[in-house]
């Protein structure tokens, strides 16, 4: 066995050349594992921490418990952590907003505001202490306040009580909110002794926050049976449960389009470096086969070549492998937090979330996949060894059977060339492989070209702002929200802050040029509430796309009374196809109203649930409007101001928010550069382990041929000649990986690109030919291709003629 390593060691000390090359390969390979894997774990961490800042930490929440209910929930097993919420009662001058006590579990597990954040002193804990910002207290008559100051504040406990003064000790001054604050709603907290003093032990109501423990052994497909199940009891009614499902959905199940993403990319990398490292081995062999039929003469077994061959592959390994771990975690880390302060720029709080990159599995895994590669790129080349034939071995000459092919033809008149094509067509399954294992590279380049050079992100800002270059739109609760029916779109319809008069407010600021209107109205269809767009057929033709399902004829639906689904996936997964029957009722502020009649088709992705073409709407004769958005426009060099004036026009309005074309398209433009960034730089990495088959296969020719050059320069050939005849090989290499790579790369990236549309991927627009990357991987290719022609070339040169001339391979 020592023998054996010993033999793999010198032979891998020995094929320096062949050895670099495989190292080169096997870290590279590595580098990619790391940093596919480490920055898609980095991305699921993120968005969950993300998850719990944006939706909270809770699983779920018990609202209007009592405390027989309280202490049921706090005796069941299955629930870890429990918060305690109450609600204190209302303060004269905040009665659109809160007074509250909770306890530190629900402020831990509330999602992060700055409401909730103390700036100095501490939490409410006696009856008469009180915390708030300074914004509420400036509202309320006292400014300038300082912790411990004593305040007289307007209180009663409920809508059957008066307003009494009561005196309360300022023990915190909390932040106040930077973006528009609602007028007159701000939160209060009060201590929990406050609440007990004011509210009779059989009038406290209780809204539970809580957590549900690893006994309860709940996922995705149960967790919602399983809370109703605890509720039901401790004597909870079902209307008083709230499921936090946003915040579950990336809790309870992996994030299982990264791991997809991921999972294929490093399948890809696998098997491409798999090729790539047994044809370099697979070369070696083949030079060296009467090496290894003396060493199998001398008495070695089957058994002993295979391992011969896997101690070799393994010894290259073990150095290369943990370079790979070291340097694709460094890349990593440097670019998932270089890509977490661009997305900073732009959107604000992603820089808040410290998320760990660094794990064990992960590396554990990365080792364990390439070492995997590696076997799978030496199963063939122990199997050819292992049965090399000493007798054969001796008449083994580059791969040729002289025994049967014959002698090799000569010619009356060598050219450059002719000996340039001689060496590439001598082993024409070697370069066909090679050319093959570098045009396989190339085709994913052009194929990802295909889409991330297509990225059209004026097109993507558009989707989110459809005219104009601002967008006021209702803010209301995407789920119903039983718990707050003021955010329930059905409720802000009543006294919509988007009117008329607001309309004539926005006209009558300098520098607007238009201002445009949909509607939107509240469905109620089978006891939920969903939102329609009321859409005229401009906006309907621009929300077309190619994946959309069903009769999209919007005159066609006018006549018939149809309707539209606004996703075709809410569509599907709902039970409703196009041509089938639908019936709801819906609210627009003024008036409720029936519909009846059918779907004649679905959008692939719309704003909402559901899309009524507006000459439908118009024909039921609905009271009022029912503005949902507002788009306003104005010259882009009035941009600043006009926004200044719009933030300030709905500082003091509740349910409205502002977006902006130019933070659109730099979302987009930021998400562009992203995504061609990560990908050219993968592809980049992709193409250097391709390259190192390339280089090899041309070292390998030069070697096997080094007798033969040096020969010909002994009767004429010069320098120039030589350096030429290289030159052309490699060309000839390069000629070939790219018409591999258009005649596969072209039609694939196109059928990538069609799909991406079809499917209303980002970005996807109008297909043009990624000319530039194209041009640029071209131009790359062959400035590598000239670069190890004119090193090896010159390597070659260092030898003497006599040295050349004496090699005997």
Known sequence: MRTISKIAFSNDKRNRTRSVLIMTAICLTTMLLVIISTIGNGMIRLQKSQAASSYGSNYGLFIAADGTQLKEVERRAEISDIGIMCTEGILKGNENGGFVSMDETVRKMLPYNQEYVLKEGTYPEKAQEIAAGRAFFDAVGYHDVKVGDTVTLEYRSGMQSEYAPVEFTVSGILYDRDEYTIEASYVVFGSQDFYNERVAEGDRQYNIYFTLSDFANVSMNNVAPVIKEIADSCGIVQKNVIINDLYLQWVLQPSYEMIVVCGTLILGIVLFSVVVIYNIFQVGIAQKVQEYGKIKALGATRKQMKQLIFREGILLAVPSIPLGLLFGFLIAKVSFNWLVEQGNLVKSGIKNHQVPLFSLTIMLICIFVSFLTIVLALRKPMKIVSRISPIEATRYLDGSKTQKQGRRKGRKDVTVFSMAMANVTGNPKRTIATILTMGLSCVLFVIISNYVGNIDTEHEARIAINHGQFELQLDYSLNYDEAYPENNLDTILTDNPLNDSLIEEIKSIPGVTDVMAREIVSVNLNGTRFPAAIVSENDFDFMRQDGDIGSMDYDQAVKNGDIFFGWSAWMKQDGYAPGESIAFDFENGSGTYTYQGKIAGSFVSADTYLVIPEGVYRSMNPRGTAYGY????????????????LNTLISNTSHIKMDTYHAQLQSAEYTSRMMKLGCYLFMAIVGLIGFMNLANTMIINITT???????????????????????????????????????????????????????????????HVPLIPILVMILLVGILQIVLSCVLSSNLKKETLVERIRYQG
């Open 630 to 645: 507002l788009w306003v426009d104005c010259d882009k060099k009035d941009v600043a101001s006009v926004e200044q004036s």
């Open 705 to 767: 041929k080094k007798q033969e050059y040096g020969v010909l320069q002994a009767v004429g050939m010069t320098n120039k000649q030589l350096n030429l005849s290289l030159q052309i090989q490699g060309l000839i290499f390069t000629v070939g990986t790219i018409c591999v790579a258009l005649a596969a790369g072209l039609p694939l990236g196109y059928a990538l690109f069609s799909y991406a549309k079809h499917n209303g991927m980002f970005g996807m627009n109008v297909y």
